[in-house]
Nanobody
Framework: QVQPVESGGGLVQAGGSLRLSCVVSGSIFSINVARWYRQPPGKQHKQREFVAAINSGGTNYADSVKGRFTISRDNAKNTVYLQMNSLKPDDTAVYYC??????????WGQGTQVTVSS
């Protein structure tokens, strides 16, 4: 089973940028869809918000991040990225990588904290 490991979170001022990484343990080619979700402060895991997704057909974004965030993948590095620009305080959350393989169950990483100060 492939497992994601996130990194790249931190504290940034509003208007700043961060790039999150999701390293895939195992083959990235076994992944059908890779997604980023976020869990804002005070929300439960079942209230995680969809942020972005990437598969062979392209990319998809939540309306709240369109034009600011970009999801991409580097097969050579077994990594999925989330470039976040023009960050806002409302983007503060724990960001999770979710991997959906072609076969078998999906998996979640442990998350990485992003805090945007005003």
């Amino acid at each position: 089973q492939v497992q994601p490991v996130e990194s790249g979170g931190g504290l940034v001022q509003a208007g700043g940028s961060l790039r999150l990484s999701c390293v895939v343990s195992g083959s990235i080619f076994s992944i059908n869809v890779a997604r980023w979700y976020r869990q804002p402060p005070g929300k439960q895991h079942k209230q995680r918000e969809f942020v972005a997704a990437i598969n062979s057909g392209g990319t998809n974004y939540a309306d709240s991040v369109k034009g600011r965030f970009t999801i991409s993948r580097d097969n050579a590095k077994n990594t999925v990225y989330l470039q976040m620009n023009s960050l806002k305080p409302d983007d503060t959350a724990v960001y999770y990588c979710n991997l959906e393989p072609w076969q078998g169950e999906g998996s979640w990483g442990q998350g990485t904290q992003v805090t945007v100060s005003s």
